[in-house]
T-cell receptor, first 112, second 110 residues
Framework: DVKVTQSSRYLVKRTGEKVFLECVQD?????MFWYRQDPGLGLRLIYF???????EKGDIPEGYSVSREKKERFSLILESASTNQTSMYLC???????????FGSGTRLTVV | RKEVEQDPGPFNVPEGATVAFNCTYS??????FFWYRQDCRKEPKLLMS?????NEDGRFTAQLNRASQYISLLIRDSKLSDSATYLC???????????WGAGTKLIIKP
């Protein structure tokens, strides 16, 4: 089974801090995704990547950036955390559009 | 109109009953369809893909109606452990991006 590992389950950060969320997958998938999930809004795509060093904006990229230096690792960066970035962050990877995504267990970020 | 729409529920269903959810999508070019299950405070997990001819996996049956642009999920003989939120997911035209419904909450009561 594909394993997608997110570095932290819970994080509390202060407003203005730079925050790094790490995601690693072990099945050589080319496609990786970062979502946030908020009650009543469902999953919203922040950024995605189809290959190393490649990134594309999703639906809500403002206030975020990403890094993909190695195929297995896709990092989400909050340049200057704000309280409206308090959310559940989910990383996913995919082999092919026919197979759906596999998610990590999520990081619940609280910005105070 | 949302790209993928689901009834948020909750659906309160007695154990052993049959329950069905529908989900409508707006992009006629979508080619891949899925149902995911998400337990409270956990990540979504793939329940099943939805194929053009319909498909079954144990107590779960998924159907696709391209003409009316909806997919459905039927759960027979529901169990307490089926309580979860069910997410309808559709790909964005021909590419890898998936569009997620906000989910339908199902509560199975003893």
């Amino acid at each position: 089974d594909v394993k997608v590992t997110q570095s932290s389950r819970y994080l509390v950060k202060r407003t203005g801090e730079k925050v790094f969320l790490e995601c690693v997958q072990d099945m050589d998938h080319e496609n990786m995704f970062w979502y946030r999930q908020d009650p009543g809004l469902g999953l919203r795509l922040i950024y995605f990547s189809y290959d190393v060093k490649m990134k594309e904006k999703g639906d809500i990229p403002e206030g975020y950036s990403v890094s993909r230096e190695k195929k297995e690792r896709f990092s989400l960066i909050l340049e200057s955390a704000s309280t409206n970035q308090t959310s559940m962050y989910l990383c996913a990877s995919s082999l092919d559009k026919r197979y759906g995504y596999t998610f990590g267990s999520g990081t619940r970020l609280t910005v105070v | 109109r949302k790209e993928v729409e689901q009834d948020p529920g909750p659906f309160n269903v007695p154990e052993g009953a049959t329950v069905a959810f529908n989900c409508t999508y707006s992009n006629s070019a979508s080619q891949s369809f899925f149902w995911y299950r998400q337990d409270c405070r956990k990540e979504p997990k793939l329940l099943m893909s939805v194929y053009s001819s319909g498909n079954e996996d144990g107590r779960f049956t998924a159907q696709l109606n391209r003409a009316s642009q909806y997919i459905s999920l039927l759960i027979r003989d529901s169990k307490l452990s089926d309580s979860a939120t069910y997410l309808c997911v559709v790909n964005k035209g021909s590419n890898y991006q998936l569009i997620w419904g906000a989910g339908t909450k199902l509560i199975i009561k003893p």
